[in-house]
């Protein structure tokens, strides 16, 4: 007669000899595979996983973690059948998936509001430029695809932030990524310096031997930009949102970040944007006053103790250079050459410009800088830009949208309340880009149009946080 023997005695010593025999045998396979295999595969593979894991952890919080994330490196980047593919390319397609799945599964309504057509009427001046106005309308098709993708993140945070708790959590995943862009950027200006390390910085960009950190973003500029942006984000919150220490503490980590950047644009929009905020926490303040001016003393503190170290020596240098040379300094005069440039060849197609990213296309350096030849370039500065490649009808658009976000928001912080915070943090981290970008331009990378998402969702829900 046959005995049953119940699955629970087996749960002893013999499964543990299995699992550790099985750890063997797969430390073996994959140590061969090591040894005598191409294992350049492998990275993408535990890319593709943990992405896979992001999208379906907590949603939509691991889906905004992979979203933000992923915006912030630009740095990386692989050749996919000639297409320059970035992380953020990855992410939006995983990402776009799992959200066309949770709408037709869970039956979700998504509705658009006119900030959202003003960017459908942007993306839409992209193509009509690329294909109607473009000397090569299959290069600045295919270019007008790619700023496509980057234009989707917008989208994906719209759907996924729809009320007040998940905007004011994505907010705070966007700025712990920031503060870890930040300390990796300092991280490898650091190495370098002690041990001529060269990840994550570039040398020579703004004069001589100077290395200036990047991080994962594509440049110092960019680098400057995103943590000086993230910088009065967390100087708000501790402003107009309880004084928090950690608020405080983000701000020091983000604003040192953006001083080793070196970046003229993004210091000067950092203390602009800093300035306009003390000003404006002083006269709503009640009471709080004498911890604003002890905030204010210590910021204070940390710009002079910045710049009597051999970094404010840098920083002054750049600054005197433009200074005493005025438009003769290298990098203005190669600006103003590109922006003369691309002025004089987008006048005969002012309404619908010239295409996606085509000033390549009619302009080589070499009719001013012969060594330069063939080397690619594209307008550093963001509006001229845009004027550019999509014409009055794609700037037309983007001024719209700020407009409406800042009549609604404008509108709303009206009423005294500590949700304000948020609002102005979201506005001011957008005030850093609408200044740094009049010098370089990151609208067609996905961490401005993150914030731009995030912005509008915050102007839809004004009403709600206020």
Same mark, same amino acid.
């Given at each position: 007669?046959?005995?049953?023997?119940?699955?629970?005695?087996?749960?002893?010593?013999i499964?543990?000899y299995?699992?550790?025999?099985?750890?063997?045998?797969?430390?073996?396979?994959?140590g061969?595979?090591?040894?005598?295999?191409?294992?350049?595969?492998?990275?993408?593979?535990?890319?593709?996983?943990f992405?896979?894991?992001?999208?379906?952890?907590?949603?939509?919080y691991?889906?905004?973690?992979?979203?933000?994330?992923?915006?912030?490196?630009p740095?990386f980047?692989?050749?996919?059948?000639?297409?320059?593919?970035?992380?953020?390319?990855?992410?939006?397609?995983?990402?776009?998936?799992?959200?066309?799945?949770?709408?037709?599964?869970?039956?979700k309504r998504?509705s658009?509001?006119?900030?959202d057509?003003?960017?459908?009427?942007?993306?839409?001046?992209?193509?009509?430029?690329?294909?109607?106005?473009?000397?090569?309308?299959?290069?600045?098709?295919r270019?007008a695809?790619?700023?496509?993708?980057?234009?989707?993140?917008?989208?994906?945070i719209?759907?996924?932030?729809?009320?007040?708790?998940?905007?004011g959590?994505?907010?705070?995943?966007?700025?712990?990524?920031?503060?870890?862009?930040?300390?990796?950027?300092?991280?490898c200006?650091?190495?370098?310096?002690?041990?001529?390390?060269?990840?994550?910085?570039?040398?020579?960009q703004?004069?001589?031997?100077?290395a200036?950190?990047?991080?994962?973003?594509f440049?110092p500029?960019?680098?400057?930009?995103?943590?000086?942006?993230a910088?009065?984000?967390?100087?708000s919150?501790?402003?107009?949102?309880?004084?928090?220490?950690?608020d405080?503490?983000? /701000?020091?980590?983000?604003a040192?970040? $953006?001083?080793?950047?070196? +970046? *003229?644009?993004? %210091?000067? @929009?950092? #203390? &602009?944007?800093?300035?306009?905020? /003390?000003w404006?926490?002083?006269r709503? $303040?009640?009471?709080?006053? +004498? *911890?604003?001016? %002890?905030? @204010?003393? #210590? &910021?204070a503190?940390?710009?002079?103790?910045?710049?009597?170290?051999?970094?404010?020596?840098i920083?002054?240098? *750049?600054?005197?250079?433009?200074?005493?040379?005025?438009?003769?300094?290298?990098?203005?005069?190669?600006?103003v050459?590109?922006?003369?440039?691309?002025?004089?060849d987008?006048?005969?197609?002012?309404?619908?410009?010239?295409?996606?990213?085509?000033?390549?296309?009619?302009?080589?350096?070499?009719?001013y800088?012969?060594?330069w030849?063939?080397?690619?370039?594209w307008?550093?500065?963001?509006?001229?830009?845009?004027?550019?490649?999509?014409?009055?009808?794609?700037?037309?658009?983007?001024?719209?949208?700020?407009?409406?976000a800042?009549?609604?928001?404008?509108?709303?912080v009206?009423?005294?309340s500590?949700?304000?915070?948020?609002?102005i943090?979201?506005?001011?981290?957008?005030?850093?880009?609408a200044?740094?970008?009049?010098?370089?331009?990151?609208t067609?990378?996905?961490?401005?149009?993150?914030?731009?998402?995030?912005?509008?969702?915050?102007?839809?829900?004004?009403p709600?946080?206020?």
């Amino acid at each position: 007669m046959s005995q049953t023997i119940p699955f629970r005695s087996f749960n002893s010593k013999i499964l543990r000899y299995v699992d550790f025999i099985a750890a063997i045998v797969a430390v073996c396979i994959v140590g061969r595979l090591a040894w005598q295999e191409d294992l350049s595969w492998f990275p993408a593979v535990v890319a593709c996983v943990f992405a896979v894991f992001l999208t379906t952890w907590r949603w939509p919080y691991g889906i905004l973690t992979l979203l933000i994330g992923a915006s912030a490196m630009p740095a990386f980047s692989v050749d996919v059948f000639g297409w320059n593919a970035r992380p953020e390319h990855f992410a939006v397609v995983f990402a776009a998936f799992a959200v066309a799945l949770w709408v037709v599964v869970g039956k979700k309504r998504l509705s658009l509001t006119r900030l959202d057509y003003f960017i459908l009427f942007f993306l839409a001046a992209n193509f009509i430029s690329s294909s109607l106005g473009s000397s090569d309308p299959a290069s600045t098709l295919r270019w007008a695809l790619q700023n496509c993708l980057a234009v989707v993140f917008y989208f994906l945070i719209r759907a996924l932030v729809q009320d007040a708790p998940v905007l004011g959590r994505a907010v705070q995943l966007f700025l712990a990524i920031a503060v870890i862009e930040s300390v990796y950027g300092v991280f490898c200006y650091l190495s370098h310096q002690a041990f001529g390390t060269s990840f994550g910085v570039s040398v020579g960009q703004y004069m001589g031997d100077v290395a200036a950190p990047f991080g994962t973003m594509f440049e110092p500029n960019l680098f400057g930009a995103y943590t000086a942006s993230a910088s009065v984000m967390f100087f708000s919150l501790y402003l107009f949102a309880g004084h928090r220490v950690r608020d405080l503490a983000g /701000f020091f980590i983000t604003a040192i970040a $953006s001083f080793f950047s070196f +970046s *003229r644009a993004s %210091l000067i @929009a950092l #203390l &602009v944007a800093g300035a306009y905020l /003390f000003w404006k926490s002083h006269r709503q $303040s009640e009471g709080n006053s +004498s *911890r604003n001016w %002890l905030t @204010a003393g #210590l &910021v204070a503190a940390l710009i002079l103790l910045l710049s009597l170290g051999p970094l404010g020596r840098i920083v002054s240098e *750049r600054f005197m250079n433009l200074f005493y040379q005025g438009l003769t300094e290298e990098t203005t005069i190669s600006r103003v050459i590109i922006m003369q440039e691309a002025l004089q060849d987008v006048s005969g197609h002012l309404l619908i410009g010239r295409g996606t990213a085509s000033f390549n296309l009619t302009f080589d350096w070499a009719r001013y800088v012969p060594s330069w030849a063939g080397e690619k370039t594209w307008i550093g500065n963001a509006p001229l830009r845009i004027l550019h490649d999509t014409g009055l009808l794609g700037l037309g658009s983007i001024i719209g949208f700020f407009v409406t976000a800042w009549v609604k928001i404008r509108h709303a912080v009206k009423v005294p309340s500590r949700k304000n915070g948020l609002l102005i943090a979201l506005w001011a981290g957008v005030l850093i880009y609408a200044i740094s970008f009049e010098s370089t331009d990151g609208t067609i990378l996905a961490f401005t149009w993150v914030q731009l998402g995030l912005l509008a969702s915050a102007a839809t829900l004004a009403p709600v946080l206020s």
